[in-house]
């Protein structure tokens, strides 16, 4: 089973927020990288069969965002056990939810991703607002996970604007320029 933790894109800083911190959004600038990043997702071949995210704001939108480019409109869903204190226990649950997909994209929120990624794998990541981790779990070992790659945002984002034709993410000019921030 390949298993995606996206970390939602960039938001507004908590010191510049005054409500609650579950509804803390997405900046212009986060929804504009999220959207190029999902378009480098989608050339990559990036096809999970379910993405589940956080009940908070800024995963929902992150998640929003991402589905029409890997095709997974109607794959959307919400779960508590990716917000705060997301670990093992609400994984495993995630995964019995899930029995037929081959493959899971989840959106939420360090510390807890990167917590859980090296709980699965040993490896110690570090996980930028709107970067992913895929991580590969063995069927045949009940506890063999490797971590198979890991982009920051800032490299799905390179990627889409260096490599993108005319039909590039979406809000870029006809030239295949990417849109300027």
Known sequence: MELYFLRHGQSVSRSRWDGDDATRPLTEEGVSALAHEAWTLARLGVAPDALVTS??????????????????????????????????????????????????????????????????????????????????????????????????AGELVRLAQNHAPSSGPPGQPETGEPAQD
């Open 55 to 152: 009940p908070m704001e800024r995963a929902q939108r992150t998640a929003e965002i991402v589905a029409p480019a890997l095709g997974l409109e109607g794959k959307l869903s919400t779960s508590s056990g990716l917000g705060r204190g997301f670990g093992m226990k609400e994984l495993r649950r995630l995964l019995r939810e899930h029995p037929r997909a081959a493959s899971i994209m989840l959106v939420g929120h360090n510390p807890e991703f990167a917590a859980v990624v090296h709980k699965l794998t040993g490896a110690h990541v570090q996980l930028s607002k709107g970067g992913l981790a895929r991580v590969h779990l063995s069927a045949r070992k009940s506890r063999s996970a490797e971590l198979v790659w890991l982009m920051q």
